[in-house]
């Protein structure tokens, strides 16, 4: 077990797919055993992919009555051996953060991709948005920590599916994709590899399937029907899952590993790209979609001699709070255009010394590359 | 429980959470009897609950995996489970207020997909746990902690519901029953599809007190007064059946 490499599923080469058709050949490619969602707009073209292919491949798929239910059968079907996977968007995310939360508290591994669109609520139910950031990270109840990627593009949603299933099944945690309407329904070209690397799961027959000696390690995930007498429980446990609700060591000892295991391993999950930021004057922080205009509108200013430089996120959570402190104290100041009111500009302005710039856009539509490079021009 | 069964509970785990006089702790001893007739081997099994009392009586006292989730969610964490490993002998347990109240859309989904599982609702018609408030099977005007003045509403018949949406196997027995209860839960693990059995189970400390239904025995007796069969309901007036509880298989 561990990392293993094995044939991609998809024939190697070029593929023309949409975002959303991207995650379900990720899904397939990473091995994904169990897929249930809800139709919803814009993740639904994923769902009715995975309806055919899964049948291809031998999975199972399952549309359930609701998000819900959906994001509960996967944790069921993870405990019972397979990979699983729910995808949705804003108000799908919302009614299932409960059940994060118990995935969190029970190290279930668990990937969710969620196609965001403009919120609030209902909001503008086909149109672009990056509301959820803070919801990735807080959105179900105590203190918890989860992980939360951003792909750019239509390859990038096929890899950073795989690679959630495999951070997942690594540190038994829910891995959260936050796509956006825009990649979601974006055509685009992508390859597929002969290869693709995947983690699978640490099995260890007859040890604590919550315990370990280090104060952040990640135990062996045992499933249902081997004899392993397993204990499941949402209430704060020991390492044999026995319930232990009042005891305060062993509460604060529990919450404290799973945020260890995650925080401590940041350097492992966190992945960026970086542009221009050796001479920059200003770094433009960016993720997402709206990294795809960010890149463009520096290239076009850095023709006209600006010194501007990008970093693109592609991990969001952890975050990647050193990273920002060091470009932090080499740049005069950090620019930040995002489809929010300014969600990942306020975690930057607890790292960065320099001035923090958010362009917070919630119109419903992309940033365009103009509007970036307007603002640039005002802040030089 | 009797000591032949001893050999199905978790080592280690001593103490029961029952209330005194609660009737759960003779289901968990049904459910017991009826899976070691059937010499089902509890590695197959997989037991699903969720919040309150009666989702404790397979965790964490059945010695085979239990899964203990959130509320009302179990039949969607089952139905996960079930449709990865087919192999999986699954049950699922819970209370009237998890299964019908906050989870009755999982609950009559699971019965029209027919997912292959059983279903045991201990119906102790109030929250338990929480102290006793109203719920979706509190009788019309039975005095709970939020119905001071009496339950305004109708109760669900969880059978009739789960029956009309697509179970294959629908019965109901309560605890004072024990003979016909451990027969009908042999069947319901024994059929192939949804199977749905309704534990009528006394609360004696948060329903019967607030009702002056008097002691653990006074609710026992009452119950079994009251408990009649299909048959012979259909010779009774609808006044003669106020108060009565149809059992069997419906």
């Not at chain 1, 026995?242 to 604060?252: A, G, L, Y």
């Not at chain 2, 989870?103 to 102290?131: E, F, K, P, S, W």
């Not at chain 2, 008097?214 to 309901?233: F, N, Q, V, W």
Request: with cysteine; aromatic share 8%.
């Amino acid at each position: 077990m561990g990392k293993q490499k094995v044939n991609s599923v998809l024939p190697p080469g070029s593929y023309y797919f949409s975002g959303d058709e991207a995650v379900a050949e990720g899904a397939i490619a990473a091995r994904c055993g169990y897929c249930a969602g809800y139709p919803i707009t814009p993740a639904t073209e994923t769902l009715e992919r995975l309806s055919v292919r899964f049948g291809e491949v031998g999975a199972a798929f399952m549309q359930m009555e609701d998000e819900i239910a959906s994001i509960c059968s996967c944790i069921g079907a993870s405990w019972a051996g397979a990979k699983a996977m729910t995808i949705t968007s804003g108000p799908g995310f919302s009614l299932m953060q409960e059940a994060i939360g118990y995935a969190v508290f029970t190290e279930t591994p668990l990937v969710l991709v969620d196609a965001q669109r403009s919120g609030p609520s209902t909001g503008q139910a086909t149109r672009v948005g990056s509301g959820d950031i803070m919801q990735a990270k807080w959105g179900s109840h105590g203190d918890y920590l989860a992980i939360a990627l951003s792909p750019w593009s239509v390859q990038e949603l096929y890899d950073q599916t795989i690679n959630a299933f495999n951070l997942a099944e690594r540190f038994r945690v829910p891995v959260f994709v936050m796509a956006e309407e825009a990649t979601a329904h974006l055509h685009e070209r992508m390859e597929v590899g002969a290869e693709v690397e995947l983690f699978n799961r640490e099995k260890k027959p007859g040890a604590p399937p919550f315990g370990t000696e280090e104060e952040d390690g990640v135990p062996p995930m045992p499933v249902f029907g081997e004899g392993e007498k397993l204990l499941i429980t949402g209430s704060t446990h020991d390492e044999w899952g026995v319930r232990k609700i009042t005891h305060p060591e062993i509460h604060r000892k529990l919450v404290t590993r799973l945020h260890k295991k995650i925080l401590n391993r940041s350097q492992e999950i966190i992945q960026y790209d970086s542009h221009y930021l050796n001479d920059a004057q200003v770094a433009v922080v960016c993720y997402g979609f709206t990294a795809r205009s960010a890149l463009f509108a520096v290239e076009q200013l850095r023709g006209e001699g600006k010194k501007i430089g990008v970093l693109r996120l592609k991990t969001l959570w952890p975050f990647a709070g050193e990273l920002i402190k060091d470009i932090g104290s080499r740049v005069g100041k950090i620019f930040i255009p995002e489809m929010n009111m300014g969600q990942v500009a306020g975690e930057i302005k607890k790292y960065a010394a320099c001035e923090v710039v958010s362009y917070g856009q919630v119109t419903g539509e992309i940033v365009h590359p103009h509007t970036i490079m307007e603002q640039l021009r005002r802040l030089m | 429980m009797v000591r032949e069964l001893e050999k199905y509970l978790r080592p280690g785990i001593g103490v029961t959470t029952y209330c005194p006089g609660c009737g759960e702790a003779i289901l968990q001893g049904l459910i017991l009897r009826a899976i070691d007739e059937l010499k089902l081997n509890m590695d197959d099994m997989l037991f699903v609950s969720g919040i309150g009392c009666a989702a404790w009586i397979p965790s964490p006292y059945f010695n085979a995996d239990a899964l203990h989730t959130l509320h009302g969610r179990t039949i969607a964490f089952a139905t996960g489970a079930k449709m990865v490993n087919p192999k999986l002998k699954v049950m699922v347990i819970s209370g009237d207020g998890d299964l019908a109240d906050i989870g009755g859309n999982h609950l009559i989904h699971g019965a029209r997909r027919n997912m292959d599982m059983t279903v045991i609702c201990a119906n102790n018609q109030n929250y338990g746990m929480t102290g006793g408030q109203v719920c979706a099977t509190t009788p019309e005007g039975a005095l709970t902690m939020t119905t001071h003045q009496g339950n305004p509403f109708r109760p669900f018949d969880l059978c009739r519901l789960v029956k009309a949406a697509g179970a294959v196997y629908v019965a109901r027995y309560a605890v004072t029953q024990p003979v016909a209860m451990v027969r009908g839960i042999k069947k319901a693990l024994q059929t192939e599809g949804f199977a749905f059995i309704e534990a009528v189970t006394p609360c004696p400390v948060q329903f019967g007190r607030r009702n002056k239904l008097g002691k653990p025995a006074d609710m026992l007796k009452d119950l079994m007064s009251r408990c009649i069969t299909e048959e012979k309901a259909e010779t009774l007036s609808p006044e003669e059946l106020k108060g009565k509880i149809i059992t069997g298989e419906l």
